[in-house]
């Protein structure tokens, strides 16, 4: 044998060697035998071969060596803990715990979020369509992470930048920024705000087959959904169904009854009065566990304050003048830009405003089981105006604000009437009942206005229909804790911790050098 | 476990007895007090959420540093025979060593309370979330230096033992982004692999077994395997 040759020996199985590792790796990554793998696992076994062909004996006697079996015992064993410590991780992903410590409970999700996490059938995909600096997209982030855990995977996410890939957004029916949208199996379901009980909501909707009816009333001069025109509901009425609502209208003269497959019953505007007999039917819905919207503008002829008397609520005649939050300089169109604590508000990033609205009378004192939580209120500047002459405050006859422009009222049903689609009668039902002091606020034109008049009204429709089913969720004040510094403070911040801190290390090491000396 | 304890204190000892340690630790301050001034002026939100993550990448440069020296100057010098004989076992010089560098490790760490403590005289910080994401760092840095600690063992060459732990590191903090390139169940382990992803929950208040469970193999692991390769060297 040449000495050149020798020396070559040792390359020629590092070459083959390395030639097998690198055909495994693709083969891994791969996970199929390519034409690079082949070729690779065929070349290392060549070189491997005229290594050992060269010179068998001394192969043999390399391999059985007593270096190589104390490395072959210790890499056994390491390999054994690895495996060991593999298993540990598999188990413990698995059966993983989580424990939330904000102290808000941000990242706790309700009971009924997790049943229905746990129970998903089939694999549910989010695409979040957000601006890069927008901040709900963290907190979508932070939702939906809990959120994929909780489903062992079976949901998943991904959020999409519309500018950069519009054809996406397109695709889905995308329009604002700001919205997700949830997609299982053939089905789709579009989400607006960031909240547990929006993206709850949409799983349930993905989840449910057949789609819930809503019903509006007709008969007293309510809003017409096939109107086109500036005060109709053609817009909501699509917007509905885009949520998954079939929308339906009923007359309560010719029916003499809420229809028993109703999600939620709408009275949307009614300017004449009712007959005894409509407000009786209303009456026995409300105490059966009824789920109702009224939207009635003031200073028209229809009262149903009647049915809320109970409750401590009515609706005023008059409306409020609210200088202190005008929508473009007109008093009698209130902006809300915060709403009140309620799962209906919480997601809600967007003003809203109400053209001409009715103030909503709340109950002084709580009463047992019932629960009254005003949505929207003017402000201390505003004030609800008798005459219908001068929209100024005139003391004695005009009371001062702040007033509720839209409230919800929440108390335990008082009849024992089985819930609709002949169900067994479980658990007591809820009555709860949305008051809006305006119809206008969700007429087409007003709708073309960007605000956050639809997602209200949504939100409120979503909260009526799947309150049975979302009753755990407690809505979650954002809990975002400010820091208030001026800007020489900042300043201090600065110097202190990126100045200052690090001195006084490198005070601490001189000290030490210099008593070495 | 006396012998520990004395391994430790031997180690210690040569770290702050020496200027590097000071420095380290004053760039270290210098570049996280930067980011903790970034993220107040950026967000003015009183948490640390964004400030740990950097931490993180930062561990990934800082932490070969520290843990270098651990084993390989011993082995270039020799005295790891000294230390090797009777009665100091393999395992209390593991330990000892390891031991030595997590006190580094908290003693880098310490100085950073004072971000906590601004963020309380100008708001009102949740709790929770910096305890966990105090936690977090020290889980992520504990790991690092465990690899580092493996490393230092493999060679005599301080500079070899940080290159290789950057490496690793480096691989693992990515593995992440690696796990696109990979199908199938390689792709997810690759994903598992990730100490990114591991941390990422700490800091936002979110304390998970999983992540625990993981940090902790990794120490087990690295520090399993030290003992093996320092037992294996008696015949190399």
């Known amino acids: 044998m040449s000495a050149s040759l ?30 690079p793998v082949r070729v ?10 005229i290594y050992v062909a060269f010179d068998p004996e001394d192969v043999f006697r390399r391999l059985t060596g007593q270096r190589v079996l104390y490395g072959g015992n210790a890499v056994l064993t390491i390999a054994a803990v690895a495996g060991i410590l593999a298993l540990v991780n598999v188990l413990a992903s698995r059966v993983s715990q989580r424990w939330d410590l904000t102290a808000s409970g941000q990242f706790t999700l309700s009971e009924r979020t997790l049943q229905l996490l746990e129970r998903l059938e089939q694999p549910v995909r989010v695409v979040g369509f957000f601006e890069n600096e927008d901040p709900s997209r963290g907190r979508a982030e932070d939702l939906l992470k809990e959120y994929r855990v909780r489903s062992s995977g079976k949901l998943e996410y991904e959020f999409v930048d519309p500018e950069i890939a519009p054809s996406v957004a397109r695709q889905l029916e995308v329009r604002d920024f700001g919205t997700l949208v949830f997609l299982q199996a053939d089905r789709k379901q579009t989400v607006t705000g960031v909240s547990e009980q929006e993206f709850t909501t949409a799983l349930l909707k993905l989840a449910r087959p057949e789609r819930k009816k809503v019903y509006f009333l007709q008969g007293h001069g309510e809003r017409s959904l096939e109107e086109a025109g500036p005060d109709g509901y053609t817009e909501i009425k699509r917007l509905l169904e885009q949520d998954n609502y079939e929308v339906k209208t009923t007359s309560l003269v010719t029916e003499l009854r809420v229809p028993a497959d109703a999600a939620a019953f709408i009275i949307a505007g009614p300017t004449r009065d009712f007959l005894a007999e409509e407000k009786q039917a209303l009456r026995d819905y409300l105490a059966g566990g009824g789920k109702l919207v009224l939207l009635q503008d003031p ?13 401590g609520v009515s609706v005023g005649r008059d409306p409020v003048i609210d200088p202190g939050s005008a929508f ?48 929207a209120q003017s402000t201390d500047r505003s004030w609800i105006e008798t005459d219908p002459e001068t929209a100024r405050f005139d003391e004695g006859k005009d009371t001062r604000g702040p007033a509720a422009l839209a409230a919800v009222i929440e108390a335990s049903a008082t ?73 020489a403070q900042v300043n201090l911040v600065l110097v202190t911790s990126a100045i200052f801190l690090p001195l006084v290390v490198l005070a601490a090491g001189a000290a030490v050098w210099w008593s070495r000396r | ?43 003015r939100e009183a948490t640390l959420r964004y400030v740990l993550g950097t931490l993180g990448v930062v561990f990934l440069f800082l932490s070969p540093a520290l843990s270098m020296r651990l084993l390989a100057e011993e082995q270039r010098t020799g005295t790891i025979e000294l230390l090797l004989t009777n009665p100091v076992r393999d395992a209390e010089l593991v330990l000892g060593k390891y031991l030595a560098s997590l006190l580094m490790l908290l003693a880098m760490l310490a100085p950073t309370l004072y971000y906590p403590f601004l963020l309380s005289l100008y708001g009102r910080p949740d709790q929770g979330p910096l ?20 490393a230092s063992s493999l060679t005599q060459n301080q500079i070899v033992a940080a290159v290789l732990t950057f490496g690793v590191l480096l691989v693992v903090w990515l593995s992440d982004a690696i796990s696109n390139f990979a199908r199938g169940p390689v792709g997810d382990v690759f994903r598992y692999l990730s100490a990114a992803s591991h941390f990422s929950d700490f800091p936002r208040g979110v304390i998970s077994s999983t992540d625990v469970v993981y940090f902790v193999s990794v120490i087990v692991g690295c520090l399993f395997a030290t003992v093996v390769s320092l037992q294996t060297r008696r015949w190399r």
């Open chain 1, 40 to 49: 690779l696992a065929a070349a290392g076994v060549l070189l491997v071969g």
């Open chain 1, 328 to 375: 473009l300089g007109d008093p009698a169109t209130v902006v809300i830009q915060r709403y009140g604590l309620h799962r209906i508000t919480e997601s809600l990033r967007a003003a809203s405003f109400f053209p001409l609205a009715a103030a909503i009378t709340l109950p002084r004192e709580r009463a047992e089981g019932v629960q009254v939580v005003a949505l």
């Open chain 1, 6 to 35: 020798d020396r070559a020996r040792p390359f020629v199985a590092l070459a083959g060697v390395a030639a097998l590792v690198a055909a495994a790796g693709l083969f891994l990554i791969e996970q199929e035998f390519t034409l």
């Open chain 2, 131 to 150: 305890l966990s994401g105090y936690l977090g760092i020290f889980l992520l840095g504990a790991a690092f230096l465990a690899v580092g600690l493996l």
């Open chain 1, 415 to 487: 009849a024992a009437v089985p819930p609709p689609g002949g169900a067994q009668a479980s658990a007591p039902r809820a009555t709860r009942v949305v008051i809006f002091g305006d119809s206008d606020f969700i007429a087409n034109n007003f709708l073309r206005v960007p605000a956050g008049n639809a997602d209200l009204f949504l939100n409120a429709v979503n909260w009526l229909a799947e309150s049975e089913e979302l009753l755990s969720i407690r809505p979650k004040e954002r809990d975002t804790r400010q820091l208030f510094l001026t800007a």
């Open chain 2, 1 to 43: 476990m006396a012998n520990t304890w004395a391994i430790a204190q031997r180690e210690l000892k040569a770290y702050f007895g020496s200027p590097i340690a000071y420095v380290v630790t004053a760039l270290f301050l210098v570049i996280a007090g930067f980011f903790f001034w970034l993220s107040v002026v950026n967000t």
């Open chain 1, 299 to 311: 200073r028209v002829a229809a009262n149903l304050d009647e049915l809320f008397t109970q409750w």
